[in-house]
């Protein structure tokens, strides 16, 4: 009896130190935040929602990787990549190079669509009197409104920046910047289509607005999950291989599929 009682402890134990050694480590949960970004991703009827929101949480769970999903500003999200946190994950940014320097970024999730431009009713003739997006950014008479902190893309971005447009930059939500383009506090703005299509039909203020194409937009960005440098590659490996298996870059929520 002794000798078998003996047996099975050293069993246990050996098994044991196997599962604590490097052979086996159970996986580090992940903190993955998401900003404010309907229909991508919000806070609808008290609950977390929106269709990049669900698809984030399918990767995650289809990857195996532990996650705790939290609602961050921007501003806090982009900070605590550049201050070092750790374990830490955040959902649908576009692969820019100066987010690069402090994050790691998987295989795109989803591809917008290319962006829109919102115009004030009372500057719906000055602006779509001009031929291009290049002529449109290059009337000083007009003043395009502006989102602080938010990329429209490299493409459009640099556009504004070599504009001779006047620029009334706010550190607001997309939603606030449209009320104040609807009541004139500016001409026009670059719109998300999704954004769009989401508060057109809820904000009764938005209804005098236009919505207007200019042939020279650029295409649309495409979103990645961006994580903390620390995230092992063998993680960034298993969130890839759940984005190739739950679609890739093209989201079914698209009220479009790109071309």
Not at 38 to 57: D, M, V
């Amino acid at each position: 009896m002794t000798i078998r009682i003996s047996f099975f402890r050293s069993s246990l134990l050996a098994a044991t130190a196997l599962l604590s050694g490097s052979g086996w480590c159970a996986p580090q949960t992940i903190t993955v935040a998401w900003r404010d970004k309907p229909p991508y991703h919000h806070i609808g009827q008290g609950q977390p929602q929106g269709f990049l929101l669900e698809r984030a949480r399918n990767i995650f769970s289809l990857a195996g990787i532990p996650a705790q999903f939290v609602n961050e500003p921007q501003k806090r999200i982009w900070a605590n990549f550049t201050h070092g946190a750790t374990n830490y994950c955040s959902i649908s940014w576009y692969r820019l190079p100066e987010r690069e320097a402090v994050a790691q970024f998987t295989a795109p999730i989803h591809e917008d669509l290319p962006h829109t431009v919102l115009i004030s009713q009372d500057f719906v003739q000055r602006v779509t009197a001009h031929p291009t997006l290049n002529s449109l950014l290059d009337d000083p008479s007009l003043t395009l409104g502006v989102v602080e902190g938010v990329s429209y893309g490299p493409a459009l971005d640099q556009m504004i920046k070599s504009g001779k447009i006047r620029i009334m930059s706010r550190t607001v939500e997309t939603t606030l910047m449209m009320r104040m383009l609807a009541v004139g506090r500016a001409s026009f703005m670059f719109v998300d289509r999704e954004d769009l299509n989401y508060f057109r039909p809820r904000e009764k203020l938005l209804q005098s607005t236009v919505q207007f194409d200019f042939p020279d937009m650029p295409p649309g960005m495409k979103r990645h999950i961006a994580c903390s440098k620390d995230v092992a590659p063998e993680t960034m490996a298993k969130l890839n291989q759940a984005i190739a298996a739950t679609g890739g870059a093209y989201n079914p929520g698209h009220s479009v599929k790109p071309k």
